[in-house]
Structures are given as structure tokens and as C-alpha cells.
């Protein structure tokens, strides 16, 4: 199985490209572009996609999920990713510990919502931060 752990930031990725019968590995640096990633994507051909969970690990799994290859998005608030027990934090250390991991089926994975469902939340999330500057508005006209 080729495993494509992905760790995504905000401007430059990289990618472990990790061979789980032979542990073999190799790495790859992307920048965080839509484009640059389905390039990545479909030239690597892997058969899972690994990422942590993030603030554009909601656009990314919608471009794995579209090249139908499987896709674990993983909850970093485990005992294994807090930084008092991870000796060597780089992303290339990062990118192979996800791979590794999830060839030994040992993450925590979460749920991406569809992208409906997520620009609804947004809306909602908006819509609170109105509602509190309208309160605050409120309260400070009603002080004076």
C-alpha cells in the first residue's frame, strides 16, 4: 500500500510518500495551493491520503475524496503528538510519523462534514459574531 501523509501548513506542505510493505520512504515539498496538490495527487497515485486535521484540512479532503482515494484525517489532541513527548519536531519528522502510523492503522481519526455542512456552520459562526458585536453595541450606548 502507498501511503501519502501529508503535512499541511499554511503556505509549503510536505509529503512522505511511505511504501507499507517495504517501510521505504521518500519525501516531497508542495505548496498549499489546490492545484499543486491534485498535481501531487495524481502523479504519486497513492492509495490513502494522511492528514492532520487543520484549518484547510476541509478543502483538501474534498479534492481527495474527488480523486476517490482514501482519505484519514487525524486528531492531533492524542498523547502522541503533544510536543513534551516528540523528541525531533520538523515537518519531515512529522509527515513520516503520520505515515507510519497509519500503516499500523494506530491514528485517532475524525470526521471532515461535507462542504454543505461546513459553509453552514460557517454561516451560523458569523452569525454569532454579529449577534455578540450587536450586544456589545448595546451595552456600551445603554453605560453611558
Not at 496538490?37 to 479534492?63: A, F, K, N
Not at 474527488?66 to 519528522?93: C, F, M, P
Request: with cysteine; aromatic share 6%; proline share 3%.
Amino acid at each position: 500500500m502507498k501511503i501519502l501523509a501529508l503535512d499541511l501548513s499554511k503556505f509549503k506542505s510536505v509529503g512522505c510518500v511511505y511504501e507499507a510493505e517495504s517501510g521505504e520512504h521518500r519525501y516531497r515539498r508542495v505548496n498549499t495551493r489546490p492545484a499543486e496538490l491534485h498535481d501531487l495527487l495524481v502523479e504519486l497515485e497513492p492509495d490513502r491520503v494522511v492528514i492532520e486535521v487543520s484549518s484547510v484540512s476541509g478543502w483538501v479532503s474534498d479534492l481527495v475524496r474527488a480523486l476517490e482515494i482514501e482519505l484519514q484525517v487525524v486528531n492531533t489532541n492524542g498523547e502522541a503528538w503533544r510536543w513534551r513527548s516528540v523528541k525531533q519536531k520538523h515537518d519531515q519528522a512529522d509527515a513520516l510519523k503520520l505515515a507510519r502510523l497509519s500503516a499500523m492503522n494506530q491514528l485517532d481519526l475524525v470526521h471532515v462534514p461535507a462542504p454543505e455542512i461546513r459553509q453552514w456552520r460557517a454561516v451560523i459562526k458569523y452569525r454569532q459574531h454579529l449577534v455578540g458585536r450587536r450586544t456589545d453595541i448595546k451595552n456600551t450606548c445603554a453605560s453611558y
